[in-house]
């Protein structure tokens, strides 16, 4: 949004990748969890721990979530 409000970028410079990566990334995690499942190998995700990085005000942050 800020380079959309510092004209930097037009909408679109930002809208079509941003969907052009979420639908490919979505697509691989997709496909490697369906051939994990074929192959018989379970998750990576040691003792039900995901790994997480995101952004907040302060910059990046590391963690991790359990799902339960």
Partial sequence: MQRI???????SDVLFPAVTG??????????????RAEDGVGSLEPAGWT??????????RV??????
């Fill in 5 to 11: 409000e510092s004209q930097n970028h037009w909408p």
């Fill in 51 to 60: 790994p997480m990085l995101y952004a907040s005000r302060n910059g990046w």
């Fill in 22 to 35: 979420t639908v490919i990334a979505h697509t691989i995690v997709r496909r490697n969890a369906e051939r």
């Fill in 63 to 68: 963690g991790a979530s359990r799902r339960f």
